[in-house]
Structure formats: structure tokens, C-alpha cells
């Protein structure tokens, strides 16, 4: 273990500051407060399919930082922005796709652990020691949030986001462990959302819960936009479908009424966060020609650093059709019709609700044609139902 003067944390904190984050703490690398609520959260199955949060060994290591990095001391937490201002139109024109705005650029994990990783080189300099130090931007097991509340940079908003309350809360958090003792900042313990309910009140499919006992915000991951078009592999529930409107890859509806990210959010800095032209509010209908065009090689090779592979071609085609059968217009009916012939039973199982959605004879006619063709169960019950039969 080594002790340094307190002088350095300050240093730290601004030259993290001067690469370009917005916010920096330290926090003590005790132990999660919030790990008994995590592990409340993962009994209840709240998870859904996100079965790497509940591996055993991902548990543990989320409550204990040792094992992250041996004699971890202080963890410094960081916040890179990400805000971006959607396109005209977007999203209000239901013939256009909505991409959450951290996926419009590349994706942050590089981005952020390229700073990290300098800012550790700058310290061992700095110090003039053989430092250890570890980055962790949301891929190691370690609960970021938790620490950045610990660390000062922010509470838990009903919306289950970090928010800040100068900057709001469209930022990356991440976490750098250090064996260097550092004093740290005071824990951000106050509720800022007071009575508000907006996040509650806007979300589309009632997955925000509110407050359990202990004041943590609780959310239905399983009903949650963000988790049914990015992390689900299969079928999107039916009923939830008509709820997701144009959101082909995430949500941002809980940030966007925020009070705090309304008045504090400002365009990020950050080049690498700059939206693609093809994911900043495309036309659903040449996202999706796009998409049916790429195999599922071709779509990681196409999307290459872009978040939005972590859906892969099969999720985010699914998407695309429930967001097509959504608009209901028949200019959809031809992206739709090629949909329904897709190599995936997926795809095609969201395709036919799609054109029942459009509801049109011309719609109803290229299902009618693919039933005779049709041998899987899912894609037929669609098809089945689609039809009124
Ligand atoms: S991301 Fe969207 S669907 Fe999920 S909780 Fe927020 S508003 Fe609801
Ligand atoms: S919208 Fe209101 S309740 Fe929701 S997180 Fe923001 S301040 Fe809190």
C-alpha cells in the first residue's frame, strides 16, 4: 500500500477533467451498498434474459473490488457525455427509425477506456511508481453507478439513471482502480427527484416501478424498450409491440422529460459520439432494405464499431418490422414483403405482424401467398393471427 498526499487527488480529478470528461470523483473501494438490492433484483428475475448479470462469480465480484485488482485503495469515477440533439423530424415522423443517442456514434467502451487507460500512464508519471490500475467501462463486473453515486458524481433517479444535477445524466460512467490511497469525495445522498414523476409517467410500456422501501428506483427490465430491442434474442412480446413505436435500438423517452437532462444537457465534445448518418434517424424502410441486403457477417463488418451490433442483423431487423407494422403505412408493405421471406423464422414472425398491422388487402395478400409456403410453427401463428384466422 501506498499513501499520497491529498494534493494529488485534486490533480487527478482535473487532469481527468482537461481529457475530456465531465465529472470526476473518487470513491473507497468498500464493498457495494447496493449489492443486496442487485441481489434482490437478479432473484425476482428482473433481469430477463440478461443471464451475465446472475452468474455467480459476476455476483461476487461486484461486491468485492479485490478481486478486480489486488490491493485496489481508491476508485476513481469518471462521466463522459454523450448528448446528441436528434434530427429534424426524428422522432416524432413514425416513418423514420429512432436509435437511443449513445448508439449514434461508435461505441464508448474504446473511446473511454483509451482516456482511462492514459490517465492511469499519467499518473504513474505523475507519482513517479509502478502503478497498478485497472478501466472498467460496463464490460468488468463491477457496479459503475454505485460507485459514481459513492463518489459524489450523482443520486439514482427514479428513471434508474445517475444523474448529475448540473449535467443531468446522458453520460458514460467509468471506473478506474488504483492502488493509490486517495481521500475520498463525499457520497451524493440526497434525492433530487423529489416529487417529481415525469419519467414515470412518459415511459410507454409501465416498466419504471418508482421507489422500493430503500429509496432505490426499481424497473421491469423485461418491459423496458432499451431491453426488448437490444438485449432480447427471441420474439417481442406482442402485447409491448404497438408500446415501441420507432425505437429500433433503445429508449431515451425517461431521459428526455427529465427535468435535469432538459436543462443541463449540452451537445458532447466527443467527435467519436458524433451520429452516423445511417443511425441518426434513418427511413425505417431504408434501414430495413439495408439490413435484409447484409448477411449477419456483412451487418457486424457494415456496422463495425457501432453499439448498435450488440443487436445483431436478426434483432435489429425484428425491430425495424415491429417499428414498420407501427407506422402502418402501406409504402411498407414491399421492405416487409422481402422480410417475410428472410432466411431467420424471426424476422419473418415480425414481418407478418407487421403487414396484419398494415392491414391493407395488399398487405393481407402477400401473407396469404406466404402461408401456403410457410413450415415454421412460429412464423404460421403469426401469420395465423395476422390474418384474423
Ligand atoms: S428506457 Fe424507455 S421503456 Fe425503458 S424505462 Fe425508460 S422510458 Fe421506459
Ligand atoms: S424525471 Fe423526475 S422523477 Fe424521473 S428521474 Fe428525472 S427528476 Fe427524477
Redesign the pocket.
Known sequence: MTTIQPALADELREQALRMGFSLAGIARPDASAHISFYRDWIEEGRHGEMAYLSRPDSVSRRADLDTALENVRSVLVVAHEYFVEDPIGVPMDPSRAVIARYARGDDYHDVIKEKLTALAQWLGERTDRDLSARAYVDTGPILERDLAQRAGLGWFGK??MLINPKRGSYFFVGVLLLDVELPPDEPFVEDRCGTCHA?LD????G??LGRDETGAPT?DAP?????LTIELRGVIPRELRPLIGN?VY??????EVCPFTLKFSEVTGEPAYSPRTELDGPPLIELGERLLSLSGKGFLREFAASPVTRAGRKGMLRNVCVALGNWGSEEAIPTLASALADAAPLVRGHAAWALGQVGSSAALEVLSSRFEEESDLFVLEEIGLALGK
Open positions: 428513471n434508474t419519467c412518459a415511459c410507454p410500456t416498466a419504471l424497473i418491459r423496458c424498450i432499451s431491453y425505437r433503445g429508449c431515451d423517452i425517461c431521459q
